[in-house]
């Protein structure tokens, strides 16, 4: 793989940083002028609801649950931008509008709101992405996220009723099946191409068996000691 695929661009840090920038100013106004954007979020079944598959990700409940989805988000995401920078935006977009329609489908009635379905949406192509390619540094990427983030699975089952572990399951499958589809686009391992070597060949019978040719040994002349 060529090493262009992993250069060092602006854009891998600021279109990350501008992304929380916008969640904590849209929290900010909530606070600031009173509003509340709960009712923009994903309310499954009805039709209404499906506007929350746009604006659900950059609503939440409160400055903790902004915090505890911010780090996560901004470490994938520069994750996402430096090694995969080719298809980032792709995953990133079609990715949350897909798992956003799938937690309005399976969910329960309610409003579904935070960012922490794309951030399942990303840890989940980022350490599957890595393991199918095989490539070796993106597979260790595949375990740091697992270090970082590997507890995270648990929420993807019904534990809490405020948690809507039905947005973390459709961000995890979603990543997956990304994973999957883009698997021949963006960074892949090198393929290694041994060069013909007829002479090396010579070594070699029909049967495959080591069989270097014999050397014809110099007659020894007079004075000539033999160890």
């Known amino acids: 793989m060529e090493d262009g695929n992993f250069k060092y661009k602006r854009s891998i840090v600021t279109i990350p940083i501008l992304v929380i920038f916008i969640l904590w100013v849209i929290y900010f106004i909530e606070i600031k002028f009173g509003y509340n954007f709960n009712k923009y979020g994903i309310y499954p079944k009805r039709i209404v609801g499906l506007r929350g598959i746009i604006f659900s990700p950059f609503i939440h409940g409160d400055a903790k649950h902004l915090f505890n989805n911010s780090v996560p988000l901004l470490v994938m995401l520069i994750s996402l931008f430096y090694f995969y920078r080719k298809i ?18 399976i969910a329960r009635p309610s ?5 922490s379905g794309v951030v ?25 996220v697992v270090f970082l983030y590997g507890s995270m699975i648990w929420y993807i089952f019904p534990t809490t009723d405020r948690i809507s572990w039905e947005g973390h399951l459709s961000g995890f499958l979603t990543g997956l099946l990304f994973a999957v589809i883009f698997r021949k686009m963006g960074p892949q391992p090198e393929s290694f191409q041994f060069s013909e070597n007829e002479e090396f060949d010579n070594y070699f019978d029909e049967d495959g068996n080591f069989n270097p040719p014999e050397e014809e040994s110099e007659p020894l002349g007079e004075g000539t000691d033999k160890f």
Request: glycine share 8%; net charge positive; charged share 10%.
């Open 88 to 105: 980032a935006l792709k995953v990133l977009l079609y990715g949350a509008f897909l798992s956003g329609l799938v937690t309005w489908v």
């Open 111 to 115: 409003y579904h709101i935070g960012a």
């Open 120 to 144: 399942y949406l990303l840890v989940s192509f980022v350490f599957f992405s890595g393991i199918i390619r095989k490539y070796y540094r993106l597979v260790a990427l595949s375990f740091a």
